[in-house]
């Protein structure tokens, strides 16, 4: 595994995705995860599997101190009250005294959102949450926000398909890290002809390629969602080769 340092805090580069996993297929899939030693988990209030998450880290027995756990506020949830409350009940659902990450899942409600990160911030000082983050935000709204709170992350949809080269640098000017989210484009990006290419160069396949070209960027870490052990053990098998500078150009002129 490849750790980001982000504030001061070790964060494992690849994480789990878990948006559409509910039930005994995100059981299922977060127990395999955790078994192939995944350590860094994506959920959200609105994905409604925190609980069932929080009954498998409970039994996984997995040290508190090696997970990274990152939620996001319900877009309805943005008052200072809801952060609160409706964090309070994610931790009791997740079963654990505090998460690692607390994200504004949208930037809905922007006109409060000095009162959301306030009320964020009071969780750091309470305990109940490390750090706190934003999603979906643009370069202007991340840049507001990070001037009023240490913000952690800017998780995004991110990919070979999509340049997102502005956020990437905005975060980076402040310190914090990028989450690219969808780094699989859902899928599209196993049909892209340079990119299943290079991976045939490396005997990789072409997602693989995805992630590690993701994650071959200064403070870019990857979060991509997987159901069953082949494409959870895919994912991970990306440490064991290396892109060249060409090959990151190229896949980098995809998006345009
Ligand atoms: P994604 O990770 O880009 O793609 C998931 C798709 O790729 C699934 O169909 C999966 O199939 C397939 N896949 C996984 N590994 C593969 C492999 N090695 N080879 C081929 N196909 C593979 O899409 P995503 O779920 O949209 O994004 C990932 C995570 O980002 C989400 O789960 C969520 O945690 C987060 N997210 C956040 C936001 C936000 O607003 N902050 C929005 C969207 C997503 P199987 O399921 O069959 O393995």
Redesign the pocket.
């Known amino acids: 595994m490849q750790y980001l340092e982000v504030h001061g805090h070790k964060v494992p580069a690849l994480g789990l ?4 996993l509910r039930g005994a297929a995100c059981r299922d899939s977060v127990e395999e995860a955790l078994d192939l030693g995944y350590r860094h988990i ?1 959920t959200a209030q609105m994905y409604g599997n925190e609980d069932v998450i929080g009954e498998v880290l409970q039994r996984a027995g997995v040290d508190r101190a090696e997970l990274f756990l990152t939620t ?1 506020l319900d877009n309805r949830n943005h008052a200072a009250q809801a952060v609160i409350r409706s964090t309070e009940r994610g931790l009791s659902d997740l079963r654990t005294e505090y998460v690692d990450l607390l994200l504004i ?2 930037p809905t409600d922007y006109h409060i959102v000095d009162e959301t990160l306030d009320a964020m911030m009071q969780l750091c000082d309470d305990g109940k949450v490390r750090h706190i983050g934003v ?2 935000f643009s370069t202007e709204q991340f840049r507001e926000a990070a001037e009023q709170a240490p913000i952690f992350t800017n ?1 995004i ?1 991110y ?1 070979p398909l999509r340049n997102q080269d502005a956020l990437v640098e905005a975060a980076r000017m402040r310190g914090a890290m990028l989450t690219a ?7 599209r990006v ?1 049909r892209e002809p340079a990119l299943v290419e290079i991976a045939a160069a490396h005997g990789k ?1 072409a ?2 390629v995805s992630l590690r070209w993701l994650l071959q960027q200064e403070m870019v870490s990857a ?6 052990r082949a ?1 959870l053990q ?2 991970m098998a990306i440490f064991d080769f290396e892109l060249s500078d060409e090959e990151c150009q190229r896949i980098r002129s995809i998006a345009g």
């Open positions: 995705g878990t948006w559409q994506d996001k899942h949208w999603s979906n998780q949809e990919h989210y969808s780094p699989l484009a859902r899928g196993t396949t997602a693989q979060i991509p969602k997987a159901r069953g494409h895919a994912n």
